[in-house]
Every structure is written in C-alpha cells, then in structure tokens.
C-alpha cells in the first residue's frame, strides 16, 4: 500500500480525519491544525464532549459531577476543526471512513488523505466508557445506574488488581469506609499473583498498596483468579481454589482493557494478540503509510496519557513527512520510563519515578496525593483534554 504522491497532494487541500474525541485524538487535532493552518482535519466522535476518563471511576463512585469530568467538544477543539458527532462508524479503510452521522441520521463518506485513529480503550464495569453515551444527559444516566447498583450491594467482587483495579478498589474503600467497617459491605479483591500489581513494580511499591487497601477492610485474596458464572449471575468462582463465593451482587472484571477499534474493510490492519493495532516507530500502521494510530488503540509500550506529548511530536513530524513525501524527514516514537502514580481514593497514593544512576525510586506518598489522588487531575481538565 502507498500513499498518493506529493504531486497528486499538491493540488488540493490535505484532508486527514482523526478517529476519536478523547485525550491523544482533541490533542492531535489541535496541534497539527496549529502546525498546519491549510490542512482540512476532521475530527470524528461518537459522543459531543470529551471526557477524563482518568476520574471516571471517581465519577461513578459518587465522588465527582459530570461537569467535573468532561468540557464540550467545541470548547476543547479549535474552531478550524470539523467535529463530527456519529452515531457509528460503519467502516474505515485508507481513503475514507462511512459514518451514520448523529446529526442528519444518514450515511455519510469522509474522505481522507491521512487518517488517525485515536479510539482509545473499553476499560470495564462500572467505567465502560464506550457505554457513557453521546450527551452528558446519556451519561448521567449510565452513571447514576452504576452508583446506585454500587450503594445497594452488599458483596462485591474485583477481578484483577492492576491499576484500573486497585484505583476502583481504593475509590470504594474511601466511600465506604464505614459500611466496609461494619461488615454491612464487603468487598473481594482477587489477583493473581502473589501482590497486587506484577514484577515489573518495585516491592515496596506492591506492599504499601497491599496495606493501604487492607486498612480500607478490603478482603484481599491472592494466587487466584475469579470467574463469572455465567449460568448464575450471583456466583463467582475462584479457580485456583475452586472455592464458590455466593450472594455475589456486583462482579467487576478489572483484567485489562480491550481495544476500542471501529469496524473496517481493510484486510491487511496488522492487530496485536489482543487486538491492538500495530504500529512503527513512527506511529504508521504497517502495511497502510497513511494510517497512524496513537494512545491506547496502538500496541506501543508507553502509551498511556503521560506519554501523550511525545506521541503528539512524533505524529506532527511524521504527518507532514508523509505530505511532503519526505522520507528521511521521520522521526522514531520511543517511550523511556517515566514517573508513575496510583491514587488509592483521594487521600491515598503510592508511585515510583526512574532517577539517573541510582534507578527506580518510591517516591513519596504525599506527592502522589498531591498531584494525582486528591484531584485526578480535574484541575487540569482543559489541557488533560486536549486543549492548547
Ligand atoms: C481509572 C483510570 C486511571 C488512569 N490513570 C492514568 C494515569 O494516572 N496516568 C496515565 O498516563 N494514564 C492513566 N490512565 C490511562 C489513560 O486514561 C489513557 O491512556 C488515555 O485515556 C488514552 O487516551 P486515548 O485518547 O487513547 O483514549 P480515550 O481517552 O479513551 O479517548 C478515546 C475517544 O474515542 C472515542 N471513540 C471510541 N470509539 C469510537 C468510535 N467507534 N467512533 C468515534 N469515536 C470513538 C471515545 O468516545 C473517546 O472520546 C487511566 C485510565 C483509567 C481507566
């Protein structure tokens, strides 16, 4: 696959759409139009806001408002984008992507010349995100459900303690800490392993996790793995121990999120074991030079949020050096290691951050509060969403 010739571009306005409205898509939009005032860049979403997907479990726990969380669309992209507000994507491929547009409710065909997908993750219950709707009146609705499914239940189960799970984990601890002191609630996390987190985690970092959220009264079981049952929608099973937990009122499967990838026609998009798309080291999909993907639908290591301003550099550069035709005008996304914090609710937090010689350190937990858990970087809402 090539992509057209820099003479066939030279004649008219270089069109590129950009898949998805959230952190890394609002971003690209915003900075190549900046870079590229006469680019035409749409910018395709299926909801008319953006969202901090980061507080989404704050959210939904009841400790933020909707209006904390999210900022309109049209407040966060520069008024040369188009927004496209979809219902559905029906297909893309290397030239255009069909959508059923929210607003005329017909079928319509973008055309492309350079296409970003920047769709994002389906974390789990009670943050599917792809679930929150296309307004914020859809998502209220979505989150309210979810609260009070978690206000009512009396036995919940967490399966995974990565990070999206212990920041739920530490999100429930904190607000219900006295139903959790009681016993009136209980709440089970499973892992795995033999402490939360993997080894790729300092030890002290895995341990002060462990004995913030057992200070929380949360039961902690580990060396298991918990199974839905799907024939009884109240039962868990732990496989390892082959033990039953019953009266199971929520069950959130918090094992890793799945790739957010709209539907195409494109026989060669070459897609990770799980179904991330595959990417160069300039952020090109393999087979198709006019495609990139970047944040969490490519399969890079270090593609999380806190890697956003060196996906966007690496993007900008590389966009034009497609356009241009230029080939040795590309330039290498590589994700060095970078400070990390959890929040364990918003008064808790553990992270570690690499120092020069020495290594990976713990840092201390105050800074993680201060920085991460007290706010979940609502604070910073604008630029979190893309805004510059
Ligand atoms: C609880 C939690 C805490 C986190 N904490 C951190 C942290 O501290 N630091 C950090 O670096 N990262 C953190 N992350 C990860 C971070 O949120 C993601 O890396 C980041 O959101 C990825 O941005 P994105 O733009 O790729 O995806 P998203 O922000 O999810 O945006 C994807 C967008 O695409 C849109 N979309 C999806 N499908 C379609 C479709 N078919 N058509 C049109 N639009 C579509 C969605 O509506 C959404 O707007 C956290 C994640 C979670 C869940």
Same mark, same amino acid.
């Given at each position: 696959? $090539?992509?057209?010739?820099?003479?066939?571009?030279? &004649? /008219?306005?270089?069109?590129?759409?950009?898949?998805?409205?959230?952190?890394?898509? #609002?971003?690209?939009?915003? #900075?190549?139009?900046?870079?590229?005032?006469?680019?035409?860049?749409?910018?395709?979403?299926?909801?008319?806001?953006? @969202?901090?997907?980061?507080?989404?479990?704050?959210?939904?726990?009841?400790?933020?408002?909707?209006?904390?969380?999210?900022?309109?669309?049209?407040?966060?992209?520069?008024?040369?984008?188009?927004?496209?507000?979809?219902?559905?994507?029906?297909?893309?491929?290397?030239?255009? &992507?069909?959508?059923?547009?929210?607003?005329?409710?017909?079928?319509?065909?973008?055309?492309?010349?350079?296409?970003?997908?920047?769709?994002?993750?389906?974390?789990?219950?009670?943050?599917?995100?792809?679930?929150?709707?296309?307004?914020?009146? %859809?998502?209220? /609705?979505?989150? #309210?459900?979810?609260?009070? %499914?978690?206000?009512?239940?009396?036995?919940?189960?967490?399966?995974?303690?990565?990070?999206?799970?212990?920041? @739920?984990?530490?999100?429930? !601890?904190?607000?219900?800490?006295?139903?959790?002191?009681?016993?009136?609630?209980?709440?089970?996390?499973?892992?795995? =392993?033999? =402490?939360?987190?993997?080894?790729?985690?300092?030890?002290?970092?895995?341990?002060?996790?462990?004995?913030?959220?057992?200070?929380?009264? @949360?039961?902690?079981?580990?060396?298991?793995?918990? @199974?839905?049952?799907?024939?009884?929608?109240?039962?868990?099973?732990?496989?390892?121990?082959?033990?039953?937990?019953?009266?199971?009122?929520?069950?959130?499967?918090?094992? +890793?999120?799945?790739?957010?990838?709209?539907?195409?026609?494109?026989?060669?998009?070459?897609?990770?074991?799980?179904?991330?798309?595959?990417?160069?080291?300039?952020?090109?999909?393999?087979?198709?030079?006019?495609?990139?993907?970047?944040?969490?639908?490519?399969?890079?290591?270090?593609?999380?949020? #806190?890697?956003?301003?060196?996906?966007? %550099?690496?993007?900008?550069?590389?966009?034009?050096?497609?356009?241009? =035709?230029?080939?040795? !005008?590309?330039?290498?996304?590589?994700?060095?290691?970078?400070?990390? !914090?959890? =929040?364990? +609710?918003?008064?808790? +937090?553990?992270? /570690?951050?690499?120092?020069?010689?020495?290594? $990976?350190?713990?840092?201390?937990?105050?800074?993680?509060?201060?920085?991460?858990?007290?706010?979940?970087? $609502?604070?910073?809402?604008?630029?979190?969403?893309?805004?510059?």
């Amino acid at each position: 696959m $090539t992509a057209p010739s820099s003479s066939t571009w030279s &004649t /008219q306005k270089i069109k590129i759409t950009i898949i998805g409205g959230g952190i890394f898509g #609002n971003s690209a939009a915003n #900075n190549l139009i900046k870079a590229h005032p006469s680019y035409e860049i749409t910018l395709i979403s299926n909801r008319d806001y953006a @969202l901090n997907v980061m507080a989404s479990h704050r959210l939904v726990v009841d400790g933020f408002n909707s209006k904390q969380v999210t900022r309109p669309l049209s407040s966060i992209i520069n008024n040369k984008v188009k927004i496209v507000v979809v219902q559905d994507i029906t297909n893309f491929d290397d030239k255009s &992507t069909d959508i059923i547009s929210m607003a005329s409710n017909q079928q319509i065909n973008i055309p492309h010349d350079i296409l970003i997908l920047a769709t994002g993750s389906i974390w789990t219950n009670p943050i599917l995100t792809n679930e929150f709707g296309a307004n914020l009146g %859809q998502m209220d /609705q979505y989150v #309210n459900e979810q609260m009070e %499914q978690l206000k009512t239940a009396k036995k919940v189960v967490i399966a995974g303690l990565g990070f999206v799970g212990i920041e @739920l984990a530490g999100e429930l !601890g904190h607000k219900f800490k006295k139903e959790l002191g009681t016993g009136q609630k209980k709440i089970i996390c499973v892992h795995p =392993s033999d =402490s939360v987190l993997d080894e790729n985690y300092k030890h002290s970092i895995r341990s002060s996790i462990k004995d913030y959220l057992s200070e929380m009264n @949360l039961t902690l079981m580990f060396h298991d793995v918990a @199974l839905f049952d799907e024939s009884d929608p109240n039962t868990v099973i732990l496989r390892s121990s082959n033990t039953v937990i019953e009266d199971v009122d929520v069950f959130y499967n918090c094992t +890793g999120p799945k790739p957010n990838l709209p539907p195409t026609t494109l026989q060669e998009l070459d897609l990770s074991n799980r179904g991330f798309v595959k990417v160069k080291k300039t952020l090109q999909t393999l087979n198709y030079p006019n495609i990139f993907a970047i944040g969490d639908i490519n399969n890079v290591p270090g593609k999380n949020m #806190n890697y956003r301003e060196e996906h966007i %550099q690496v993007l900008k550069q590389n966009v034009h050096a497609v356009v241009t =035709s230029n080939k040795s !005008g590309f330039k290498d996304y590589e994700a060095k290691e970078k400070a990390l !914090g959890i =929040s364990i +609710g918003p008064k808790a +937090g553990v992270g /570690q951050a690499p120092v020069p010689v020495v290594g $990976t350190i713990k840092v201390p937990d105050m800074l993680v509060v201060m920085y991460k858990s007290k706010t979940l970087y $609502t604070d910073k809402l604008n630029s979190i969403l893309g805004k510059i």
